[in-house]
């Protein structure tokens, strides 16, 4: 039955995609609100809480299998009051309840299911449950709605109490209450580079055992420890990932994570956040190691996102689903058949020997392969008799061909909203890729998105700022991931670009974040802002898992801005949230491998790189001077994660910088030449004009 021809639930007004995937339901959904809380305390109900986001694949599994079941529809719509919320545009809510469940020992994952009292407090729950219990072992729907209703009658007090101690609980872990004291960084270092090493997996690459998730945090920490050891660990992962079949070997970028030890076999949806954060890995990767595969990889990432992840209005698109057709990876996988319809037998031959196509296939018992690097460029190319680079020239036209033949099957679905925090995450990967890979076009792309979030987000900096933005709609509160994000994106394109708007509209949303989100008594910040009564307790996001969390970013951020602009009021915030988490690291030193880096950061001090251009041409407009360039990627070539480049022009917006900036004002060309400068907590060296004597002076770092 079509959508079309069934009566809609009251999810039909929303914009949110995911919520629209069940707005057909036969369960009386409402959306996360006053009007579905009123309503459970005039029934005298529970709220069944049900979250998720729309390239979930096992949120389809249940919508199929429970929420279009019409006994299970019947049974929830008698007894409780179904809620659905998207957890993309919801972070605070969901962050609350998947704790809660964690605490509670009923694990977390999405679908996530919680059955609420009428005062919002949590008392049961659990992830994907079937309709029926005997389908794939676990409790069904059918069963556990009937129980969960006869407690509520039965045991309410219970409950009530339960759910009371679970808030209480949450309380503690928001005031960051713990008994360590905080420890030394470089004993928070030590202890974080052991509990890797221990769960290191030398052979496959990465930590741990299946599934193995990207976690770029672990990887961004590694590359700063800057041992031959801890990036020997990064860089396996790195290389594990890059061949593997996690990585779309046709179309660039990466998907969510590896089902296997092996980085083989993925689940196939594609998160903004990943392609973001991993851009980001493999462009530090190159800038450390100099290697062009990792070069290659970043480009793959950065040219998904514009082509298939990028709206025509210039903002980043949030996800693609694993499914299409109804299966997971059908748009992704090929046989040999496949192969011979579209390339010549030699070159067939070639492309199946290079990524691992093979009659019995790689993906469940489909007969399909999941693409990946199965033998060497060299090897193949001998097997062919073939020189590696003909071998090489040969691959790349096949897998142009692939593509172009995959783009005509049917598509995932693409979830087309914005978030503002994800597309901080992107503009700072297309910003850094601009400076690593010397091409403006990404410095383009990075400032069009960024003029996109400041416009339709931040409202042009006149009102607070939106969570996201679908069909000329921006709503939902930003959160503080979104302030802090979206203030280090456009800090990236201020570096890519030398225009000062981009400082100024960073300094704006921190100022605006910290009097939204700042613990003045605690330390640290909050998740979502005060005034929201849906919101029970004001969480603190505590943990660098797939997403960075937000307060390691704010750290980054406040340093950063603390140094360029000489203001104590942002290094002492920064300082506050370090000892806050500090404390918190002490216990758990893996938890946020980020904040680590934002210590590491706040250790090294500040160091800025000054480039002034020499004067003006016609218009008052500088021109493009060849020394300037070369300055700029003498700085960009090496991995400097402790310094950032300022680069003065004699242009119009001069005066706008320098009014940001006072200590960079007599930084000037000198001799009508570019001019360089060190400087170390505002304590500059000689002026150079060399690029030789620039690069001298950089050091090895």
């Not at 469940?101 to 009292?117: A, I, K």
């Not at 040969?394 to 679905?413: D, G």
């Amino acid at each position: 039955m079509s959508d079309s021809s069934r009566r809609a639930n009251r999810l039909a007004g929303e914009k949110s995609p995911y919520l629209l995937q069940h707005a057909h339901n036969p369960v009386d959904w409402r959306p996360w609100g006053a009007e579905a809380f009123a309503e459970a305390k005039r029934r005298n109900v529970p709220i069944f809480l049900s979250i998720g986001y729309s390239t979930c694949h096992w949120c389809h599994v249940m919508e199929r299998e429970s929420f279009e079941n019409e006994r299970v529809a019947a049974l929830l719509n008698a007894d409780f009051v179904p809620v659905k919320v998207d957890r993309e545009e919801r972070p605070d809510v969901d962050r609350i309840y998947m704790t809660a469940m964690q605490l509670m020992g009923m694990g977390g994952g999405w679908p996530l299911n919680v059955f609420l009292t009428p005062e919002l407090a949590p008392f049961y729950g659990g992830t994907y449950f079937p309709p029926d219990a005997a389908m794939h072992g676990q409790p069904g729907m059918m069963q556990v709605l009937p129980h969960v209703a006869k407690a509520w009658r039965e045991q309410r007090a219970d409950l009530e109490e339960n759910g009371s101690r679970v808030f209480a609980a949450l309380e503690g872990l928001a005031r960051g209450e713990s008994a360590a004291a905080a420890a030394p960084v470089h004993t928070l270092f030590a202890d974080a580079v052991a509990a890797l090493d221990d769960t290191f997996d030398a052979r496959n690459g990465g930590f741990g055992v299946r599934p193995k998730f990207p976690t770029p945090v672990n990887l961004n920490f590694l590359q700063r420890v800057g041992t031959p050891a801890a990036r020997a660990m990064a860089f396996a992962q790195l290389d594990a990932m890059r061949k593997g079949g996690i990585h779309d070997h046709l179309g660039g970028g990466f998907h969510r994570y590896s089902v296997d030890e092996q980085w083989l076999v993925p689940h196939f949806e594609k998160m903004l956040y990943d392609q973001a954060q991993l851009a980001l890995a493999y462009l530090e990767s190159h800038r450390i190691a100099g290697r062009a595969e990792d070069a290659a990889a970043a480009r793959g990432i950065l040219d998904y996102v514009a082509r298939d992840l990028t709206g025509a209005h210039g903002g980043f698109l949030s996800a693609e689903d694993a499914d299409s057709e109804g299966e997971e990876g059908r748009f992704y996988v090929w046989t040999p058949a496949e192969l011979e319809a579209v390339l010549p037998a030699e070159d067939a031959r070639l492309f199946a020997h290079r990524y691992g196509v093979t009659a019995e296939g790689n993906f469940e018992e489909t007969g399909a392969t999941v693409l990946h690097e199965a033998a060497t460029l060299d090897a193949v190319a001998a097997a062919e008799g073939l020189s590696p680079d003909a071998a090489a020239a040969r691959l790349a036209s096949a897998r142009a061909r692939l593509f172009a033949v995959r783009e005509e099957r049917p598509r995932p679905h693409k979830d087309d909203k914005v978030i503002a925090a994800w597309n901080g995450l992107m503009i700072r990967a297309f910003a850094y890729g601009a400076t690593t890979l010397d091409d403006p076009a990404l410095a383009t792309r990075a400032e069009h998105a960024a003029e996109f979030a400041w416009k339709s987000l931040c409202g042009g900096g006149r009102g607070d700022v939106k969570r996201r933005w679908r069909e000329g709609e921006a709503a939902g509160a930003g959160q503080l991931d979104d302030h802090a994000f979206l203030a280090w994106g456009f800090l990236g394109v201020f570096e890519a670009t030398a225009e000062p708007t981009w400082l100024d509209r960073a300094v704006h949303l921190v100022d605006r974040m910290i009097g939204r989100f700042a613990d003045a008594e605690g330390g640290g910040f909050f998740e979502s802002p005060a005034g929201d009564a849906s919101v029970r307790v004001r969480m603190k996001d505590a943990y660098d898992g797939a997403e960075m969390a937000g307060n390691s970013i704010a750290v980054l951020v406040l340093l950063e801005l603390a140094e360029l602009l000489d203001r104590a009021d942002l290094r002492a915030r920064a300082t506050a949230t370090l000892a806050t988490f500090a404390r918190r690291l002490a216990a758990q030193p893996l938890a946020m491998p980020q904040m680590l880096v934002a210590m590491q950061r706040a250790e090294a001090g500040a160091r800025h790189v000054v480039i002034a251009a020499p004067g003006t041409g016609a218009g008052g407009v500088t021109p493009t001077d060849p020394e300037v360039a070369a300055m700029m990627r003498a700085f960009h070539a090496r991995f400097r994660p402790d310094g950032l480049l300022l680069r003065i022009d004699e242009r119009p917006s001069r005066g706008r910088l320098v009014a940001l900036v006072p200590w960079a004002g007599p930084l000037v060309a000198r001799g009508g030449v570019a001019t360089a400068y060190v400087c170390v907590d505002r304590a500059c060296s000689a002026p150079v004009a060399s690029v030789e004597e620039f690069t001298a002076a950089l050091g090895d770092d």
